[in-house]
């Protein structure tokens, strides 16, 4: 038996998405910038694609350019938005908890003169509106933040915040919605933001595809020179398969969301109440304010590294958070911001379900996950006591 509890890293290309890509990588492989009848068939399902995702965002397709995912999308909005402003101003203002898509993009900036806020978050890593405004200054060109968190799946106020941002004239506002896309209610006029970054793996379509709305009108200076695709937004030959796999996955995502969502809390609720009923062990992240199929804790007196590969050792694949830092070693920056002490942020643990998780595989990880646990536990509290590990020789 295996388990797959980690669907905020990533999850399976849906079928059907598979299906309508497959010809554009096998008979219809034609370039969009052509003109001749291969071409045209490989631009129509482009536009197709850009319009159905469009539709389904409540955007007009000239707003939407793919991208190669969400990293991407989040660094064309970030250097695109504030390079065009630089004249205006140079502060930019983001929130402790980003993804390193949009952490490491504002640093960099720092390099060429940019001045970076992160305001700071709660316990349960939700930022505080009032904060938010007093960060911004009339030198602030560009705000921006995550919608939902990735580690602890904790989801931010997004309309207050919004609404505090816009009591300032001419500062823009990137929303990283790669994680709440797949699960929240999303129309781009509602939101009131001026750019969109979004991630197809995330909701079921293929790597390596993305997608950034730019609200008309919004001053954008391109980071990738060389044609004229994507309206001289982002140039190079567009990945036509990918594309249509993304919009045709969001399409059946919106469908099908408040069913899946509902599924997800259940197996999520089930896992939750195996894992919380265990000695050391708390949730992280808001308990109610939070994405439908993500549950996050961490275990007292263990590594959450530790435990993953023992879950994997058994079948169980989770992660300690963010699958992008696994392996580094180092304390998640959003257990750190949400004020753990970095003993505590290393007993961290995710588990998140997705549309496709069965219960077979819930329950599997909750016969699997408890004794694991147990096991890392009273290793660590042993060798705590004997650093040298001479009792468990014994
Ligand atoms: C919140 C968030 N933003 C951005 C990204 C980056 O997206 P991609 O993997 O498509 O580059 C991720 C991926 O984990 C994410 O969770």
Not at 41 to 51: E, K
Not at 64 to 92: C, D, M, P, Q, Y
Not at 244 to 252: K, T
Not at 357 to 371: I, L, Y
């Amino acid at each position: 038996m295996s388990a797959y509890l980690d669907h905020a890293a990533t999850t399976p290309l849906r079928p059907e998405a598979l299906d309508a890509m497959l010809p554009l990588l096998t008979a219809d492989f034609g370039n969009p910038s052509s003109a001749h009848a291969p071409g045209r068939r490989a631009r129509a399902a482009l536009d197709d694609a850009r319009a159905r995702f469009a539709a389904a965002i409540g955007a007009q397709p000239r707003e939407i350019v793919f991208t190669s995912g969400g990293t991407e999308a989040s660094n064309l909005a970030i250097k695109g938005a504030a390079w065009a402003a630089k004249t205006r101003g140079h502060r930019l203002v983001t929130t402790a908890v980003e993804h390193h898509a949009t952490l490491d993009t504002v640093h960099f900036l720092e390099k060429f003169g940019f001045e970076v806020t992160e305001v700071g978050v709660d316990r349960y890593g939700r930022v505080d509106p009032e904060h938010l405004a007093a960060a911004i200054t009339d030198r602030t060109t560009l705000v921006s933040i995550i919608w939902a968190n990735n580690e602890v799946g904790t989801i931010l106020p997004v309309a207050e915040l919004v609404r505090r941002v816009r009591e300032h004239k001419g500062v823009l506002v990137h929303l990283d919605a790669v994680q709440a896309a797949p699960y929240l209610d999303l129309d781009v006029e509602q939101l009131g933001v001026d750019l969109i970054s979004f991630s197809a793996h995330k909701f079921e379509g293929p790597k390596g595809v993305g997608a950034l709305w730019i609200r008309q009108g919004t001053a954008l200076l391109p980071q990738v020179q060389g044609g004229s695709q994507e309206r001289y937004r982002r140039a190079g030959t567009e990945n036509v398969a990918g594309a249509v796999g993304l919009a045709l996955a969001y399409e059946l995502n919106r469908r099908e969301r408040l069913a899946t969502i509902r599924r997800l809390r259940r197996l999520r609720d089930r896992l939750k109440e195996t894992l919380l009923g265990l000695p050391g062990v708390e949730l992280t992240g808001h308990p109610r304010e939070r994405l439908p199929g993500h549950l996050s804790v961490i275990v007292r007196d263990a590594e959450g590294d530790a435990i993953a590969l023992a879950l994997d050792l058994e079948g169980t694949a989770c992660s300690t958070g963010s699958a992008c830092t696994t392996g580094s070693h180092e304390v998640s920056h959003v257990l750190t911001a949400m004020g753990y002490p970095d003993d505590e942020a290393r007993g961290a643990l995710r588990l998140t379900v997705g549309r496709v998780t069965t219960d077979a595989e819930v329950d599997e990880a909750r016969v699997v996950a408890p004794r694991i646990i147990e096991q890392h536990r009273v290793g660590a509290a042993a060798l705590a006591v004997d650093p040298l590990g001479e009792r468990l020789r014994a």
